[in-house]
């Protein structure tokens, strides 16, 4: 698995409740260490075990620990990047949703060798949506209801949101688009602003 990807779960421990209770559960889950490196790549079968750890220590189920990282990939200062990838897709949410087949490339771009899943959008109407998502790691899907979740309040949009496993392991994102001027939305400029 990429560093980034357990570089972001340890960002979003470290950054939520603080370093100490993330070496509490990089301990936990038996790393041997507690900062990932983000170009390294590790060994798939760290991230769920992490995964765990951070579960068990903050009592939470796994979809909505996912969710959570998903919500701080979008929203934290320390993810900024992140949130710069995903708002170049669009000018507005439904733009951003059509933008989503190119993620995984767009973000290849920045990092060659990043493996992000397979995302397929499905337009059912004007204002119906479904996302298909495969990948590696179970319950990914999570991570994107809490990303898609922020990035609709983002973009000042309205949205309805229902997560579905479906039998060959795929995952599938309902969306229902309610209003795309139902607030104001977060400034946004594609050209990043130095210090």
Same mark, same amino acid.
């Given at each position: 698995?990429?560093?980034?990807?357990?570089?972001?779960?340890?960002?979003?421990?470290?950054?939520?409740?603080?370093?100490?209770?993330?070496?509490?559960?990089?301990?936990? &889950?038996?790393? %041997? *260490?507690?900062?990932?490196?983000?170009?390294?790549?590790?060994?798939? &079968?760290?991230?769920?075990?992490?995964?765990? &750890?951070?579960?068990?220590?903050?009592?939470?189920?796994?979809?909505?620990?996912?969710?959570?990282? %998903?919500?701080?990939?979008?929203?934290?200062?320390?993810?900024?990047?992140?949130?710069?990838?995903?708002?170049?897709?669009?000018?507005?949410?439904?733009?951003?949703?059509?933008?989503?087949? +190119?993620?995984?490339?767009?973000?290849?771009?920045?990092?060659?060798?990043?493996?992000?899943?397979?995302?397929?959008?499905?337009?059912?109407?004007?204002?119906? *949506?479904?996302?298909?998502?495969?990948?590696?790691?179970?319950?990914?899907?999570?991570?994107?209801?809490?990303?898609?979740?922020?990035?609709?309040?983002?973009?000042?949009?309205?949205?309805?949101?229902?997560?579905?496993?479906?039998?060959?392991?795929?995952?599938?994102? +309902?969306?229902?688009?309610?209003?795309?001027? *139902?607030?104001?939305?977060?400034?946004? +400029?594609?050209?990043?602003? &130095?210090?």
């Amino acid at each position: 698995m990429h560093g980034m990807i357990n570089r972001a779960i340890q960002g979003f421990v470290t950054d939520t409740y603080g370093p100490e209770r993330w070496a509490r559960m990089a301990c936990a &889950a038996g790393l %041997g *260490f507690t900062d990932f490196e983000a170009m390294l790549v590790y060994d798939v &079968a760290l991230t769920p075990r992490i995964l765990n &750890a951070v579960c068990g220590d903050l009592e939470k189920p796994g979809d909505e620990v996912l969710e959570d990282i %998903g919500t701080y990939l979008v929203s934290h200062p320390n993810a900024e990047a992140v949130r710069r990838l995903l708002r170049f897709g669009g000018v507005d949410f439904v733009e951003f949703l059509h933008s989503l087949d +190119d993620l995984p490339d767009r973000a290849r771009l920045a990092v060659p060798n990043l493996d992000l899943p397979e995302l397929e959008l499905h337009e059912r109407a004007p204002d119906r *949506f479904s996302l298909t998502l495969r990948w590696s790691l179970d319950g990914f899907g999570h991570v994107m209801m809490g990303a898609l979740r922020t990035l609709a309040d983002d973009y000042g949009a309205l949205v309805l949101l229902d997560h579905q496993d479906t039998e060959d392991g795929r995952e599938m994102i +309902d969306i229902t688009l309610i209003e795309t001027g *139902f607030a104001e939305g977060r400034d946004f +400029d594609l050209g990043a602003r &130095a210090g």
